[in-house]
């Protein structure tokens, strides 16, 4: 089975400082992972994916994660957090069999002049 | 823009009624999901066609629901006798049959059961 747990349902930070959103992943198989945002009143909007390729993946707006498998972690972070940042982040994982996407609970990003 | 679209937007609905929500994919895109999103909660998938042929449902799509896709281009999601907890919004996506599992979603239907 696979799951993705966010450790974090709200991260405040304070614009112009960094952004660390922090994802653990269970798969039984080699996982496709993404990062998706949701602004409030938007669609769900894909900030970067996983897929086996280079460990080190870059998204749209600066965003960036890490896959690492001896951690089972997928984080997102972001060197300098823009007001426009706010909004709502989901960990997901797909395994490369399946076509469902499995979300996680959520992270709340908070940006504070 | 020509991205997946929703119809409506918005329903607000009795108990017991019925009610159906429409979604057209992006065009070019085979695949086409249904997701449910719960206030707090990330969206959770209810179904999956592959052109016109449902291929993969969920344990939460109980029997009274029910997803079609006929010509293989939009899709329907009703909700037969709905109950309270129904209330959610109601995501579709779609995605292309090749090029990885991105999916692109759509904005979604808010249904609200009084």
């Known amino acids: 089975a696979q799951s993705v747990t966010q450790l974090d349902s709200h991260v405040s930070v304070s614009e112009g400082t960094p952004v660390l959103l922090r994802c653990n992943y269970s798969?039984?198989?080699?996982?496709?992972l993404f990062w998706y945002v949701q602004h409030p009143n938007k669609g769900l909007q894909l900030l970067l994916k996983?897929?086996?390729?280079?460990?080190l993946v870059k998204g749209i707006n600066g965003f960036e994660a890490e896959f690492k498998k001896s951690e089972t972690s997928f984080h997102l972070t972001k060197p300098s957090a823009h007001m426009s940042d706010a909004a709502e982040y989901f960990c997901v994982v797909s395994e490369d069999s399946g076509y469902a996407l499995n979300f996680g609970k959520g992270t709340s990003l908070l940006v504070t002049p | 823009d020509t991205g997946v679209s929703q119809d409506p937007r918005h329903k607000i609905t009795k108990r017991g009624q019925n009610v159906t929500f429409r979604c057209d994919p992006i065009?070019?895109?085979?695949?086409l999901y249904w997701y449910r999103q719960t206030l707090g909660q990330g969206p959770e998938f209810l179904t999956y066609f592959q052109n016109e042929a449902q291929l993969e449902k969920s344990r939460l799509l109980s029997d009274r629901f029910s997803a079609e896709r006929p010509k293989g281009s939009f899709s329907t999601l009703e909700i037969q006798r709905t109950e309270q907890g129904d209330s959610a919004m109601y995501l579709c996506?779609?995605?292309?049959?090749?090029?990885?599992?991105?999916?692109?979603f759509g904005p979604g239907t808010r249904l609200t059961v009084l």
């Open positions: 996506a779609s995605s292309p049959d090749v090029g990885g599992f991105e999916q692109f």
């Open positions: 065009s070019e895109h085979n695949r």
């Open positions: 798969s039984s198989y080699s996982p496709s």
């Open positions: 996983y897929t086996s390729a280079a460990t």
